[in-house]
């Protein structure tokens, strides 16, 4: 494994399987059909159901392909239910001319497209081409895993360097479609990723830690931005390409999970029916000010003082809980959760989210803190 170091500095970075990356205004419209990998390609879409019956995207897409769509599944539901991906892919397996799945939306169809890839070359050794139309900011389309639950609640996936998604289009006229409260939290949870690439142990300093500064600090702008006009397709075009700078560059030498306030969304997530983007809103500050007492995550998040309009005091525990802070500040500003008084999760399961979060463990330092942290969501 080759891992960044700081001192001296070193690394690898290995581009994953992206091949375009299309944004602004009519994205689709003007590039999805060169996107595809075949003149004579047949396209299957991976949807939810509010985007299908709700928004005229989903038509959208079908006319532009015309008899180049072979069909579409709008079931996927928040969290990516087996159920239903038990369902479309039992649907793909059963007509071979499919070679490209496109998703259009967040996180959910997203994943389920690559999960169903990954089933299906488990079956007939191939991989589908993977076209990726976001409509949030969870920037799912950047990563080579794919996460579902399983029937029992819990979050589980797959992983593969060929789940990369190989086309992306951001497309600011479909994100105009987005309700606001889920724009704005999946942008916190675009956030979560730049933070937690800052300190992990194998991100790149180049390109991805740069990259995350610059993503992180456009998030802080561009969200309050997006609040006040939410019609701004320069804004949201920004947002977009700020998801993908978030996460888009960890690269093929990235290991294992993404950090802490992952874990502890994966634990509050699926489990207890709340989305991503709003544990992200949750977990993130309390993280950010508690990895302020590791001095080499504090090192590495101190450095993003400068790209939000503050000065460094050359204290990296309290200039990595000042960033804390003004996380906590941007989720409250955004008029986004705070703690877990809207959802239904009893204080019961406080070692039960805790074990999750700390992979298995019972008790401990690592225990301890995060346990703190937990039952600071319930204040």
């Given at each position: 494994?080759?891992?960044?170091?700081?001192?001296?500095?070193?690394?690898?970075?290995?581009?994953?399987?992206?091949?375009?990356?299309?944004?602004?205004?009519?994205?689709?419209?003007?590039?999805?059909?060169?996107?595809?990998?075949?003149?004579?390609?047949?396209?299957?879409?991976?949807?939810?159901?509010?985007?299908?019956?709700?928004?005229?995207?989903?038509?959208?897409?079908?006319?532009?392909?015309?008899?180049?769509?072979?069909?579409?599944?709008?079931?996927?539901?928040?969290?990516?239910?087996?159920?239903?991906?038990?369902?479309?892919?039992?649907?793909?397996?059963?007509?071979?001319?499919?070679?490209?799945?496109?998703?259009?939306?967040?996180?959910?169809?997203?994943?389920?497209?690559?999960?169903?890839?990954?089933?299906?070359?488990?079956?007939?050794?191939?991989?589908?081409?993977?076209?990726?139309?976001?409509?949030?900011?969870?920037a799912s389309e950047c990563t080579m895993a794919a996460g579902y639950t399983e029937a029992d609640g819990v979050k589980t996936g797959v992983r593969a360097g060929d789940l990369t998604p190989s086309v992306v289009l951001y497309d600011s006229t479909f994100a105009l479609h987005t309700p606001e409260r889920l724009w704005t939290s999946t942008g916190m949870r675009a956030m979560d990723h730049a933070i937690e690439l800052l300190y992990h142990p194998?991100?790149?300093?180049?390109?991805?830690?740069?990259?995350?500064?610059?993503?992180?600090?456009?998030?802080?702008?561009?969200?309050?931005?997006?609040?006040?006009?939410?019609?701004?397709?320069?804004?949201?075009?920004?947002?977009?390409?700020?998801?993908?700078?978030?996460?888009?560059?960890?690269?093929?030498?990235?290991?294992?999970?993404?950090?802490?306030?992952?874990?502890?969304?994966?634990?509050?997530?699926?489990?207890?029916?709340?989305?991503?983007?709003?544990?992200?809103?949750?977990?993130?500050?309390?993280?950010?000010?508690?990895?302020?007492?590791?001095?080499?995550?504090?090192?590495?998040?101190?450095?993003?003082?400068?790209?939000?309009?503050?000065?460094?005091?050359?204290?990296?525990?309290?200039?990595?809980?000042?960033?804390?802070?003004?996380?906590?500040?941007?989720?409250?500003?955004?008029?986004?959760?705070?703690?877990?008084?809207?959802?239904?999760?009893?204080?019961?399961?406080?070692?039960?989210?805790?074990?999750?979060?700390?992979?298995?463990?019972?008790?401990?330092?690592?225990?301890?803190?995060?346990?703190?942290?937990?039952?600071?969501?319930?204040?």
């Open positions: 494994m080759t891992e960044a170091t700081y001192h001296p500095l070193s690394g690898l970075w290995q581009p994953t399987q992206l091949q375009k990356l299309h944004y602004g205004p009519n994205s689709v419209k003007t590039h999805l059909l060169s996107c595809l990998p075949k003149q004579s390609s047949k396209a299957f879409i991976i949807t939810g159901n509010s985007l299908a019956t709700k928004t005229p995207l989903v038509r959208q897409v079908e006319e532009l392909l015309e008899n180049k769509h072979a069909g579409t599944f709008s079931k996927i539901g928040e969290h990516a239910p087996v159920k239903q991906l038990d369902e479309a892919t039992d649907i793909v397996k059963k007509d071979d001319s499919v070679d490209t799945v496109i998703s259009i939306g967040g996180g959910s169809p997203i994943d389920s497209s690559k999960a169903i890839s990954y089933r299906l070359h488990e079956t007939t050794g191939k991989w589908l081409y993977h076209i990726a139309i976001p409509t949030t900011l969870s194998t991100a790149t300093e180049m390109p991805a830690r740069w990259l995350t500064l610059q993503a992180a600090a456009s998030l802080f702008e561009n969200l309050l931005k997006y609040k006040k006009d939410p019609k701004d397709e320069d804004i949201i075009t920004k947002l977009q390409l700020s998801a993908f700078a978030s996460l888009g560059f960890m690269g093929y030498n990235m290991k294992g999970g993404l950090g802490l306030s992952h874990a502890l969304g994966y634990a509050l997530g699926s489990p207890y029916s709340i989305p991503h983007g709003i544990t992200s809103c949750l977990t993130l500050g309390h993280v950010v000010k508690l990895k302020a007492q590791d001095p080499a995550a504090a090192e590495q998040v101190a450095r993003l003082l400068p790209f939000i309009g503050e000065t460094a005091s050359g204290d990296v525990k309290k200039d990595a809980e000042r960033v804390g802070d003004r996380i906590l500040q941007l989720v409250r500003d955004l008029g986004l959760d705070s703690d877990l008084k809207n959802y239904k999760v009893g204080k019961d399961q406080i070692p039960i989210i805790t074990e999750r979060a700390t992979g298995g463990r019972k008790s401990g330092d690592v225990y301890d803190a995060v346990e703190g942290l937990v039952k600071g969501l319930f204040d």
